[in-house]
Structure formats: C-alpha cells, structure tokens
C-alpha cells in the first residue's frame, strides 16, 4: 500500500503528558498538511509542509502545538502539556506539489483521548 | 476561500440515486470543485473534481451548471455502503489549494 500513513492510529494519554504523531506521506508528494477533527465536524486546517518549509500555520496550532517535516519526507505533529480539549482525529495528508487544484489523499488519522 | 453550502443530511434506500447539491456563490474562475467521501474513524477520500459542465468515473458523476455557482454529486445505485459523509470543497488555487471543510452531508443508505 503506497497511501498515506500514519502512526499511531490510536494514543489514549493522560492531561499534562507530551504526545508525538508520525506522517508518512505518499512518496513523491512535496506538500504534508496536518489537520484536526473532532466529532461531528469536518477537518480543520492546522499546518502546511512544503518539502521541509513549514508554509502556514493555522491559529489553532497553538504554542503547545509543533510540527516538523525534517528531510522533506515524514512529518511529526507534537503536542505537548495534552489537554482533554485536544482529544480530536488528527489527519495528515499529501499532495504533489503542483497547482492549487491537485489532490490531497488523507492518512487513516491518529485518534487522541487525553483523559 | 469560496465558502460551500450543502444539506446536512440525506436518506436513501438501496439501489437508488443519490444527487447532492452544493452552492458555492463566490467560486473564483480558476477555481475547481472537489467532493471527498469520508466513512466513521478514516481518513477523508477523494471522490472527484470538476472545472465545468460534467465529470464522470467508476465512482460518482458531478454536474456543474455554466454560472458554476453550485454543483450536483450524483452517486448511482447506492449501496450500504456508500453511507458516509461527503464534502464538497472548493480549494483555492492562488496559493496551495487549501482544503476549508464544512460539516459535510450525512447520507444514511438503508436496505
């Protein structure tokens, strides 16, 4: 399988720890995007890698919020200080890197508790 | 970003069509329109996109009248399994195609 991936697919933790997503994104695909859904809602954009450059970042992605896309390849999203608010289905996904209306194939998402 | 509206929720039985209707009053001129499937704990999944006039493939057709101000997903002969919430986006194309998800449209397909 040649889709996007993602690891873990489930991370229960407690308030107060710190937690890391891995992206692994179709290889090829220059741009990584993170985004975050919570029950009932569509995603919601919180980051934009070209190759290595972070592009974007959304006004959710708060200070406790960091990702990383070191060699242009995977992608980790770290959250750290987890709050229960941040329980949510973070979804990664990439896109070749053309124009604005090429697709982008979304990973299966890490699903957060934070107790 | 054009912004999209589309109904919340849609029933249906097997077999039959399903066509849902999606605004986008302000679409730029090089904007496309893109409709994403997504069933309960994955990922979203790219059903199709069109510019103009209608698209077709294995899975859905999308109809896109000429003032291109809304656009109809039609899913033929639905199945159990076509139950999913489905978007409808228009990525800007001035940037990197930004992805700004609404709440989507349930369709529930019943037997």
């Known amino acids: 399988d040649t889709g996007v991936s993602q690891n873990p697919r489930h991370k229960i933790t407690k308030r107060g720890q710190n937690v890391t997503f891995r992206c692994d994104p179709i290889?090829?695909?220059?741009?990584l995007y993170w985004y975050r859904q919570t029950l009932g809602q569509g995603p919601e954009f919180l980051t934009y890698?070209?190759?290595?450059?972070?592009?974007?970042k959304s006004r959710l992605l708060s200070d406790r919020f960091s990702a990383e896309r070191p060699k242009g390849s995977f992608s980790t999203l770290e959250i750290q200080r987890t709050e229960q608010g941040d329980s949510a289905m973070y979804l990664c996904?990439?896109?070749?890197?053309?124009?604005?209306?090429?697709?982008?194939?979304f990973g299966p998402g890490t699903r957060l508790l934070v107790l | 970003l054009a912004k999209t509206t589309q109904p919340i929720s849609m029933d249906s039985y097997e077999g039959q069509e399903v066509n849902i209707t999606c605004s986008h009053n302000?679409?730029?001129?090089?904007?496309?329109i893109t409709w994403y499937q997504q069933f309960p704990s994955q990922g979203p999944r790219f059903i199709i996109q069109?510019?103009?006039t209608k698209v077709t493939n294995e899975v859905a057709s999308l109809f896109i009248p000429a003032d291109r101000k809304s656009s109809t997903l039609s899913l033929p002969r639905v199945s159990l399994s076509d139950t999913a919430v489905y978007y409808c986006?228009?990525?800007?194309?001035?940037?990197?195609?930004?992805?700004?998800f609404g709440a989507g449209t349930q369709v529930v397909v019943t037997p």
């Open positions: 996904a990439s896109s070749l890197g053309g124009t604005g209306e090429e697709t982008q194939y």
């Open positions: 290889s090829e695909h220059n741009r």
């Open positions: 890698f070209q190759n290595e450059a972070q592009l974007e």
């Open positions: 302000n679409i730029a001129t090089n904007d496309y």
């Open positions: 069109g510019y103009k």
């Open positions: 986006l228009v990525p800007s194309t001035d940037s990197w195609g930004k992805l700004q």
